[in-house]
């Protein structure tokens, strides 16, 4: 079916898949949006870009980062700043480790995020951009593995999860492998979106 994608189900975990330079994108800074301004938090999981880039990418969608950074509705795991050699020191909203192979670190980060909304009793969803860029530097497996953990801990806090995927870059075994652990694959082809739930 076709759909104007903007929300992700209560206790969910999707995978969204996109050729590069598709509306991924979109995609994602619509369902930020959504999950902002109805009073969720949003934990973003950046392996691929610095977090001043994630937020110059959401003002561009009419979100104002700084807003619900400071009201703490809005968190970073940046997995990209330590490649490039930036020193930066965690911040209340921003939490670095050391890379994308990091798998225990962007655990530990995530699980302590999660904790303090869970206390709140805040409604939060996870956004991990991207799967692909792990899978560069690990085998499938453990990939899999990494994601059957937070996968669960997520749901768990009462939290939902949106992973990307690009399409194209990995063998067809391990799409599916991926598939068996969520709850339903948005595809993305030029400027539709395709939920299929499983």
Do not use: W
């Amino acid at each position: 079916m076709m759909i104007n994608f903007n929300t992700v189900p209560e206790k969910s975990a999707l995978l969204l898949v996109g050729p590069p330079l598709s509306a991924k994108d979109s995609v994602i800074y619509s369902v930020v949006s959504k999950a902002l301004s109805r009073g969720d938090c949003v934990i973003y999981i950046t392996t691929d870009h610095f977090p001043k880039d994630i937020e110059s990418f959401l003002k561009k969608y009419k979100i104002d980062s700084s807003k619900y950074e400071k009201t703490g509705s809005l968190k970073f795991i940046d997995c990209y700043s330590a490649q490039a050699q930036e020193n930066l020191s965690d911040t209340s909203t921003i939490k670095t480790v050391p890379g994308p192979l990091a798998l225990n670190e962007i655990s530990v980060a995530l699980s302590e995020f999660e904790n303090v909304f869970y206390k709140k009793n805040r409604r939060q969803l996870v956004i991990f951009q991207s799967l692909s860029t792990l899978l560069i530097y690990s085998l499938p497996e453990a990939i899999q593995r990494f994601v059957q953990v937070i996968v669960a801990r997520t749901k768990k806090a009462n939290g939902s999860i949106l992973f990307t995927l690009e399409e194209g870059m990995h063998d067809s075994k391990v799409f599916v492998g991926f598939e068996h652990l969520m709850d339903g694959i948005i595809t993305v082809s030029g400027k539709k979106s395709v939920l299929k739930t499983l």
